[in-house]
């Protein structure tokens, strides 16, 4: 039993290790190029020695900080993870391909490795884009009512079920609209309310 709200302690503890874990995460990302760097500038014969160092320093910063990021953020959005994923990723072939190539002085894992720093730039932006304008209709947007017309569990969270309902309202031009949120939770049914912003 506690004295203090363990939910609002966890988002303040959250709001302080957030910009922090921001940082750290994005450094240990972008180390990939420099730990290629390093095992190209030691002599041949410790390349093996200071690949295997690399390797491991890479993952295991990329691992730590990624779930500092993901535990101090109050939102667990799919497209930031995905995008996480992606980066680390993209520096893990970078590194496993550092050889050069003896025509381009490049490492042979170039190419693979920046299409899939592409493509976790994609989904950064596409999370960002989704990000403000989620804070935008959270401002702005126009308060409604939207009703339950389905509701289902898809499977439990720390044993607690997790719900997808779909929900539907109408739109100030008269038109219905439904979309899918997922709770966690117990009694969600059909015909229950929740008041909602839309953009």
């Not at 997790?162 to 309202?169: N, P, Q, R, S």
Request: with cysteine.
């Amino acid at each position: 039993m506690s004295l203090t709200d363990p939910d609002a302690r966890n988002r303040k503890v959250g709001s302080v290790l957030q910009p922090f874990a921001w940082v750290l995460a994005i450094l240990a990302l972008a180390t990939s190029p420099f730990l290629v760097g390093i095992i190209e500038s030691v002599p041949a014969s410790q390349q093996i020695v200071a690949w295997v160092i690399c390797m491991f320093s890479y993952i295991i910063g990329c691992i730590a900080f990624g779930l500092l990021l993901y535990y101090s953020s109050s939102h667990k959005n799919r497209l930031g993870i995905t995008s996480y994923i992606f980066a680390y990723i993209a520096g893990l072939i970078l590194i496993l391909g550092s050889a050069k190539d003896k025509n381009t002085g490049l490492p042979d894992a170039f190419i693979p490795a920046l299409v899939t720093y592409g493509i976790a730039a994609v989904l950064l932006v596409i999370y960002i884009l989704h990000a403000v304008a989620a804070r935008q209709t959270l401002r702005d947007g126009v308060t409604t009512t939207a009703t339950v017309t389905a509701a289902g569990i898809n499977g439990f969270v720390n044993y607690v079920q997790h719900w997808k309902l779909t929900l539907k309202f109408t739109d100030q031009q008269g038109k219905e609209r439904w979309f899918h949120l997922g709770r966690t939770g117990m009694g969600y049914q059909v015909g229950q309310q929740f008041t909602i912003k839309y953009n």
